[in-house]
């Protein structure tokens, strides 16, 4: 299996890229391609005791802004490591690629160089959102506005074989978040989403709520990617603000410092299970070749559970499995 | 002032909302009159100390429930005490009605007994955020699904004039809820609504991340009905889980619960900072005449708080404020 591993865009730099993916190499039997600087990632793969005999380089110092158009500059920019890595990516005996850059320009160059799979009308961004029980996996995360019911439909038969092959579910339960959970609830959208996850042969539970987001038992919740973003940054927004209570809190007398202390473990402990990083890579679904993006703070560790994941997808056949149920669905 | 109050449809039974109320008059110069079986109303008034020169009554045990449509209960319930009390309402020296029932009945009652103030297109739900320096308004929180960048635009002015006349600032900035910061960010409603509040003469701050919801510096941020109540119960859920992550934490081990019990008056202080209880109660904007619809789980303490900020809301003139900067707008 190999990997193409884009080392721009990251907000700490390739070094810690480079190091999560050697870290990844050690434990799972992938070869890799590393797109960016070539110089400063040979470097970094000499520091980290990397395998020379299982990496490759794809030279370039060009990269996609967040600011930039996603589409105009996937057009453009052809030295850009976005576009190299995607075309090398359509290369047959090329599996994957990962990236921490431009989502836009990650999606936009997902549906022109890669394409998408036949009946897919957009590809959606997945997270997997850390909840009590383990996880469950959200789509669309932010990567398309103004879509149809038709195209939250697909959403969730992509799903639906995300969480069978990765997570291993025999029978995923599809929700659609939503502002209530009575039938009926909702804008025009997610009415008429209803009514065709409803008349599927999907295991649809029914409307979600945000406020059950992290602690629900469903597999799979169908959104779309402008209420999915609100959802996921409202929940990061909470985390973050809860905890820095917490810690001037504590640091605000002698007694909260003790208790503090005694407390670390704990929090901790929260802290890592529900820290984004542990669950912050996510896939494009919806594309011929398997494509990852992985936030752009992530650090070394969270880019090594991306490539986990990222091979587990490609090994099981997620791809197969969503052209397999669509086209049957076309079909009915 | 004479404010009617709607003692059904409260989780917790009438008597903690007519003791909150009687707390609250106490301390402010209003008068009641309460909606809901007099019977058990004049009970819980006598139990409470209430001042009988001060209360009338309204008789009737018909209530809307959460699951019924909210357009037809209104027009078919005529006894349903959300209905008596906006014909009350409709009277002359009659200034506000305060109920924790159903949203969507409030709603359409504010829209077909009430009416919507001239220029408004719908009426709004309000909620204030608790954010770190203290609390940001958020309009709409629920109550609109299918909103239009004109509706979000009134949303702004309505939101403006609260927080002028309620929270005393006196140039608001306000902000779009939105998926990034950057311009030309979001859906078609959003992009749309963007340019109409940027062209306006309101204090506009451009684009608010979900993330920053608790954390910002704007006086009010609009969104439409369906992604304000994502992000709000998406707070709500975050909040409750990690409470119950750090409860469940403590208790597992002696050294967490002397580390919890160190940490209990620290924890009660976020908990308190952050309880939506405290900031329960939210206006319905738009309407002719005030309507405030408190959480149906909201116990006497959060009940009197919201009497205090609706107080406020009639004696500073907000409807008025709404109709003079809307007219203005008008009439450009």
Do not use: C, W
């Amino acid at each position: 299996m190999k990997i193409v591993v884009d080392t721009l865009g990251s907000d700490l730099g390739p070094e810690e890229l480079v190091r999560g993916t050697i870290n990844a190499m050690k434990n799972i039997p992938i070869d890799v391609v590393f797109v960016g600087n070539k110089k400063n990632v040979e470097q970094a793969v000499i520091n980290n005791g990397g395998d020379p005999d299982r990496i490759e380089y794809i030279d370039t110092s060009v990269s996609i802004e967040n600011t930039e158009d996603p589409v105009m500059a996937i057009r453009r920019k052809k030295e850009a490591s976005i576009v190299l890595g995607l075309h090398h990516l359509n290369n047959e005996g090329v599996d994957g690629f990962y990236s921490t850059g431009s989502t836009g320009a990650l999606l936009a160059g997902g549906m022109f160089i890669t394409k998408r799979i036949e009946y897919v009308d957009r590809a959606a961004l997945v997270v997997i959102l850390p909840t009590r029980r383990g996880g469950t996996m959200m789509l669309d995360a932010g990567a398309n506005m103004d879509t149809t019911p038709d195209f939250l439909y697909q959403f969730a038969i992509m799903g639906e074989a995300y969480a069978k092959k990765v997570l291993g579910v025999s029978k995923p339960k599809i929700g659609l978040l939503n502002v209530g959970v009575e039938e009926g609830k909702g804008d025009k959208r997610t009415k008429e989403t209803y009514d065709l996850l409803k008349g599927s042969s999907m295991n649809f539970g029914g409307n979600v709520e945000a406020r059950e987001l992290l602690n629900s038992d469903f597999d799979v919740i169908v959104t779309d990617g402008f209420s999915g973003n609100i959802a996921l940054k409202s929940f990061e927004g909470s985390v973050k603000l809860l905890f820095t209570e917490l810690k001037e809190g504590l640091m605000g007398s002698a007694r909260g410092k003790l208790g503090g202390l005694l407390l670390k473990p704990i929090l901790k402990n929260i802290i890592k299970k529900y820290d984004y990083r542990e669950h912050g890579s996510a896939p494009l679904l919806g594309t011929k070749k398997a494509i990852f993006k992985a936030h752009g703070s992530s650090d070394a560790r969270a880019f090594e559970n991306g490539l986990y994941i990222m091979e587990k997808f490609i090994s099981n056949g997620v791809i197969q499995e969503i052209e397999k149920n669509l086209s049957e669905v076309q079909h009915d």
